[in-house]
């Protein structure tokens, strides 16, 4: 991919994170420092962005804006995150904190979470190329479900990648409590289903299923 193409996706990114008004965390190791574009320019995209008038909205445009948002920091399709959504309200339990769950288990998830990568976006490419194996076999598919007790490695010859490296070597305290990390092996260990209050996505989950069931 070119460095225009990057710019370009990288920017339209940072419009994501303005027109939710928070940090989705798109970008990295970039969302932690002062080059972040809420820290720059903390206003919605568009012309009339910093007209310094706070839009009107619903409650139906508060959820869909909920929606949205976790859509885009999961990097999730409209379809699977139906599907995740009715996945979450079978379950037993608070379905907005079943909807969490299933999304942080994701592989891709784990893996950016872990420090394999510095992005989710780039977690995902990580999986899609086969750098990583769960319980010693190898896994492509960003979505597949991990589980309590489940083994997450880079695989032996993908440890010399250097964005892989500079991910974990960055990665710092980040790690939350409902997983754990030896570095020095590029293995991580799913220690149990996260709880709410391991999450720190900054969304309102609840009313993201009182939106679906409309």
């Known amino acids: 991919m070119s460095k225009s193409a990057n710019s370009v996706s990288g920017d339209a990114r940072c419009r994501q994170c303005r027109r939710a008004g928070e940090k989705l965390f798109l970008k990295g190791s970039r969302c932690y420092t002062k080059k972040c574009a809420i820290e720059r320019r903390n206003f919605p995209p568009g012309q009339h962005g910093n007209s310094g008038r706070p839009a009107k909205i619903t409650d139906f445009g508060l959820q869909l804006r909920e929606k949205q948002k976790m859509r885009q920091m999961y990097r999730v399709l409209e379809g699977p995150f139906r599907s995740y959504v009715g996945e979450a309200q079978r379950r037993r339990g608070v379905s907005g904190e079943n909807l969490l769950q299933l999304l942080e288990m994701r592989l891709d998830n784990v893996v950016y979470r872990l420090g394999f990568a510095a992005s989710r976006a780039q977690a995902r490419?990580?999986?899609?190329?086969?750098?990583?194996?769960?319980?010693?076999?190898?896994?492509?598919?960003?979505?597949?479900?991990?589980?309590?007790?489940?083994?997450v490695r880079v695989n032996e010859e993908s440890r010399k990648q250097d964005n892989i490296q500079a991910s974990l070597a960055s990665v710092g305290n980040r790690i939350p409590a409902w997983l754990s990390l030896n570095a020095a092996a590029f293995e991580g260990h799913i220690v149990a289903a996260p709880r709410r209050e391991e999450i720190d996505s900054d969304v309102q989950e609840q009313i993201i299923i009182e939106f679906y069931s409309r």
Do not use: A, K, L, M
């Open 125 to 151: 490419q990580t999986v899609n190329h086969g750098h990583i194996e769960v319980n010693g076999r190898r896994v492509d598919i960003p979505s597949y479900q991990t589980r309590p007790g489940d083994v």
